[in-house]
C-alpha cells in the first residue's frame, strides 16, 4: 500500500461541482503529475467542506488541515507549486473554514446522553456510505442473519424502549401483537407527523439521520411479519420529506430494502405518504384515515390499529423517534439500554426547549434528569437572569407545572402524576412576565382550531373554554367562571374520543390548579399580575424619569402620547392601543405599566 | 405556494394529467389535491368535479377532504401567501406583536386576501423551527427571527 505525504480533499457538493469542482480536481491530479508528485500527493473526493455557496469550490490539504477556497483550475500551478514544492501555504487562497452554527442544536451539555441524535451533523444525510461507516445497518445484518424475530421482539422488550410519541407503549409488546394478529397484510406505519408546537426532534432525525429511522423500521418489520410500511410526514417539513424519500431510494439501491434484503428472503418495501396540515393526524387512527385518502379523522377504540389499522389490516405504529433508537439497542444490548434512564422510562429522550431559556433548542437525556437540571443545567437558565414561573411539557395538551415541581424527575409516570404528560418531549419554559392565564388561553385556542369536530366534547368543550378565557383576560370574567372551567375540564377529559380532546383541558387544569391567584386576580380585581392582558392594563409615563426626548412620541403608532420637548409626556388612555412599542424603546425606563 | 399556473390554462387537463400520474386509489387523493392546490393556489370547483370523475369518487368525498386539511384551499388566494406561526414557542418570543404589526401594516385580518390579490394572510401550525422564532412564511421564503419593525421592509421585498 502507498503512503502518501500529502491527501488533497476536493469538495464534491453539488454546489461547488455546479462551480467546477471536477475540472479543479482534474486539473490538480495533471499537476501533479506534471510536478512528478504522483507517489507523495493523493487527490480525493469530499463531501461539503465550508459554505459551498460562498466558498466553492474548495479544498482541504492534510494532515495540515489547510482549507483553500474559491479555487478555479487557473489557481492550481500556483497553488501546487507553493504548497507541494515549496512546502508553503498558498495565502492568497488559505481560508477559515465558515463553520455554521447550528442554533437547533448544539455541541453536547455535560448531561446529555446522544443516541438518537449521535449522527446528526456528523454525518452527511443525503449519502447512506456514511450512515453505513457509522455502523450503519450492521444491527439490520444482525437480526437478519443471527435472529429470529421473536429474539428481536424479546430484545427490544428487555431492553424497556417504550413510545417515544408520548404514549409510552413498551414497543416490544405491540411489535408481538402485530406478529401474532390475524391478517392479509401487516402494516409498519412511522408516525412523522410531529405537529406539536415547540417540538421539532423529529424533523431533525428525518433530516439529519434518516437511515436511522429506515433500519429501525426495517428490523420492526422483520420482527412484527410486515412487508410494506409507510412514513407519514406533516407537509410542513418539505425537507424532511424529500430526505426520507432520497434515503429510502438509496437504501433500495443497496438491496437494504424491496425484496431478499441481504440474501435473507425476508423482503420490505417503504414509501413516505404526505399530510396536508392537519394537528389530529398525528393521532394514529386519524393518521391511518389520512393515508387512505380520507378526512383525518381518529375513531373510537377498540379495535386497536393492531387488530384493525390501515385498510382493516393489522398496523403498527411507532414514532420516528422509537424507531431510531432500534439499531443501537440491538448492537449495544438491551442491558446497556436498560442501564440509561430511571424506573420504567429506560433510554434517552429528546427534549426541544423553546421559551425564555437562554439556549433554546434540542437536547438529548437520560430519563430520569431533573426539570430543575434540564433548565438551568443544560439550559443555561433563564434568559436575562429573570425568575423561573412555570414550563409546559409534553406540547398543547400537557400541563404548566411551577417552580415546586422543579426536582420532578422526567419520566413517563411521574409527568402523569403531576398532572402532565411527557408528550413528545417539547418544553415550553416561561418567566415571570408571562400571565398564566393568558397563556391556558393561548393553548386552548390552538386545540379549539385543531379540534376536528367529530365528537361533541372535544367540539363544543374547547369552543366554551375558549369564551371562558377570552371574557376573563378581557376582564370580564364572572365570579362562578372558575367553577364552570372546572367542569368542563372534566367533562372533556372524560368523554372525548381521541387524545387530542381528553389532553386539551390540561393546560387549563393546571394552571387553575397552581396558580389559581392569577384567575382570581383577573376575575375578582380586574387586574392583569403579569401586565400581560392587554384590556387590564394601562401606560403610563412617569414624570420624573421622563425627559421629553419624544423618541415615544414619534414612534406611537396612534399619536396617543403629547408633550413639549424637554418637558414630560403623557399618554392619553383613550387613544392608546397599548401596544407596548413606547415601553420597548424608552431609553430611560419612563414607561410605567399599570 | 405562490401561483404558477395562469388564468385560463385547462385546469381539467392538468388534474387528468395528475390522475395519470399518481394513479387513481383512493389514497392518491391527497398528494394529487396537493399539487393542484399548489399549481392554481387553491383547488377550484371545476378541478373537483373532473378528479371525481377521473378517480370515481363522490365530489362530496373531495371536498370534505380538501376542506379538512389546513394547507388545502377551496378559495382562491392572493399573489403571495403570508402563513405568520401562531404557536406558543413563537408567542413566547414575541410573536403577538409582529402578528399585530403583519394585520396592521397589510390592513387584513387572518384568512383575508387584499383587495388587489396581491396578499393573503394566514396562520400556520408550528413550522419546527422555534429555535428561531417569532417565524413566518413567505410563498416559499421562511423569515425567522423576525421583529415588528422588519415587517415593512419583508413585506417590500414581493412585487
Excluded at chain 2, 17 to 26: D, F, P, R, W, Y
Aim: glycine share 10%.
Amino acid at each position: 500500500m502507498a503512503y502518501f505525504r500529502s491527501h488533497v480533499l476536493v469538495s464534491v457538493d453539488p454546489v461547488c461541482v455546479e462551480k467546477g469542482a471536477y475540472q479543479l480536481f482534474d486539473a490538480l491530479q495533471d499537476e501533479i503529475v506534471r510536478q512528478g508528485l504522483v507517489d507523495e500527493v493523493q487527490v480525493l473526493e469530499t463531501s461539503r467542506i465550508g459554505d459551498p455557496e460562498a466558498e466553492g469550490p474548495d479544498l482541504m490539504v492534510y494532515p495540515e488541515a489547510v482549507h483553500y477556497a474559491n479555487l478555479s483550475v487557473d489557481d492550481v500551478p500556483f497553488l501546487v507549486e507553493e504548497h507541494f514544492l515549496k512546502g508553503r501555504v498558498a495565502e492568497k487562497y488559505a481560508r477559515e473554514i465558515a463553520v455554521s452554527t447550528d442554533e437547533e442544536l448544539s455541541a453536547p451539555q455535560a448531561k446529555e446522553v446522544r443516541i438518537v441524535l449521535k449522527n446528526i451533523g456528523e454525518i452527511d444525510p443525503l449519502n447512506i456510505e456514511e450512515y453505513i461507516a457509522r455502523d450503519g445497518y450492521l444491527a439490520l445484518g444482525k437480526v437478519l442473519t443471527e435472529m429470529s424475530p421473536e429474539e428481536t421482539i424479546q430484545v427490544v422488550l428487555d431492553s424497556g424502549l417504550r413510545g417515544r410519541g408520548g404514549a409510552g407503549f413498551p414497543t416490544g409488546l405491540k411489535w408481538r401483537f402485530i406478529r401474532n394478529a390475524e391478517g392479509n397484510h401487516k402494516y409498519m406505519i412511522c408516525n412523522a407527523d410531529e405537529g406539536d408546537p415547540g417540538a421539532f426532534a423529529n424533523r431533525r432525525v428525518l433530516e439529519g439521520d434518516p437511515h436511522s429511522v429506515i433500519e429501525g423500521m426495517i428490523i420492526g418489520a422483520y420482527a412484527a411479519g410486515s412487508h410494506q410500511g409507510y412514513i407519514y410526514c406533516r407537509a410542513e417539513y418539505p425537507i424532511a420529506v424529500k430526505t426520507m424519500k432520497t434515503a429510502i431510494e438509496q437504501a433500495r439501491n443497496l438491496g437494504l430494502l424491496g425484496d431478499d434484503i441481504l440474501g435473507s428472503g425476508f423482503s420490505f418495501d417503504l414509501e413516505v405518504r404526505m399530510g396536508a396540515g392537519a394537528f389530529v393526524c398525528g393521532e394514529e387512527t386519524a393518521l391511518m384515515a389520512s393515508i387512505e385518502g380520507k378526512r383525518g379523522e381518529p375513531k373510537p377504540r377498540p379495535p386497536f390499529p393492531a387488530q384493525k389499522g390501515l385498510w382493516g389490516e393489522p398496523s403498527n405504529i411507532n414514532n420516528v423517534e422509537t424507531y431510531s433508537n432500534v439499531p443501537q439497542i440491538i448492537l449495544n444490548g438491551p442491558e446497556w439500554f436498560a442501564s440509561l434512564g430511571y424506573e420504567k422510562s429506560k433510554g434517552t429522550k429528546t427534549f426541544s426547549m423553546a421559551g425564555d431559556v437562554k439556549n433554546t433548542g434540542l437536547i438529548e437525556v437520560p430519563f430520569g434528569i431533573t426539570l430543575q437540571e434540564i433548565i438551568y443545567d443544560v439550559g443555561g437558565g433563564i434568559k436575562e437572569d429573570k425568575h423561573f414561573k412555570a414550563v409546559q411539557t409534553g406540547g398543547p395538551m400537557g400541563g404548566c407545572l411551577p417552580e415546586a415541581f422543579l426536582d420532578l424527575p422526567m419520566d413517563y409516570e411521574a409527568l402523569a402524576e403531576a398532572g402532565s404528560i411527557l408528550g413528545s418531549g417539547g418544553l415550553v419554559i416561561m418567566d415571570e412576565d408571562t400571565c398564566m392565564v393568558d397563556i391556558a388561553r393561548f393553548f386552548m385556542e390552538f386545540t379549539q382550531d385543531e379540534s376536528c369536530g367529530k365528537c361533541t366534547p372535544c367540539r363544543v368543550g374547547t369552543r366554551r373554554i375558549l369564551e371562558i378565557l377570552t371574557r376573563i383576560c378581557e376582564g370580564k370574567g364572572k365570579p362562578d367562571d372558575i367553577n364552570t372551567l372546572r367542569y368542563l375540564c372534566d367533562q372533556i377529559n372524560e368523554n372525548s374520543l381521541c387524545g387530542l380532546g381528553k389532553g386539551a383541558p390540561n393546560p387549563v387544569k393546571s394552571t387553575l390548579e397552581h396558580f389559581l391567584d392569577e384567575y382570581e386576580a383577573h376575575i375578582f380585581e380586574k387586574r392583569c399580575p403579569a401586565k400581560v392582558c392587554k384590556a387590564l392594563i394601562r401606560f403610563e409615563i412617569q414624570e420624573d424619569l421622563c425627559t421629553g426626548c419624544t423618541l415615544c412620541a414619534r414612534n406611537c403608532p396612534v399619536d396617543a402620547i403629547t408633550g413639549e420637548r424637554r418637558q414630560p409626556h403623557v399618554i392619553d388612555p383613550d387613544i392608546c392601543i397599548k401596544c407596548g412599542i413606547c415601553e420597548q424603546l424608552c431609553p430611560y425606563d419612563a414607561i410605567e405599566i399599570n | 405556494m405562490a401561483v404558477r399556473v395562469k388564468e385560463g390554462q385547462d385546469v381539467r387537463k392538468i388534474v387528468r394529467t395528475l390522475v395519470e400520474q399518481h394513479g387513481s386509489e383512493k389514497a392518491e387523493l391527497i398528494p394529487i389535491l396537493h399539487e393542484i392546490n399548489g399549481q392554481f393556489g387553491y383547488i377550484s370547483d371545476e378541478a373537483i368535479k373532473e378528479l371525481s370523475e377521473q378517480m370515481t369518487l363522490p365530489t362530496s368525498h373531495i371536498y370534505s377532504v380538501a376542506t379538512f386539511y389546513r394547507m388545502l384551499s377551496t378559495e382562491p388566494r392572493g399573489r403571495h401567501v403570508i402563513q405568520f406561526c401562531e404557536s406558543a414557542p413563537c408567542h413566547v418570543a414575541g410573536g403577538r406583536l409582529v402578528w399585530e404589526k403583519l394585520q396592521s401594516e397589510l390592513n387584513l385580518s387572518k384568512g383575508e386576501t387584499s383587495e388587489d390579490d396581491k396578499w393573503t394572510l394566514l396562520t400556520t401550525s408550528c413550522l419546527g423551527v422555534c429555535g428561531v422564532g417569532p417565524v413566518m412564511i413567505i410563498d416559499n421564503d421562511i423569515y425567522g427571527n423576525v421583529a415588528p419593525e422588519q415587517v415593512p421592509d419583508i413585506l417590500g421585498n414581493y412585487e
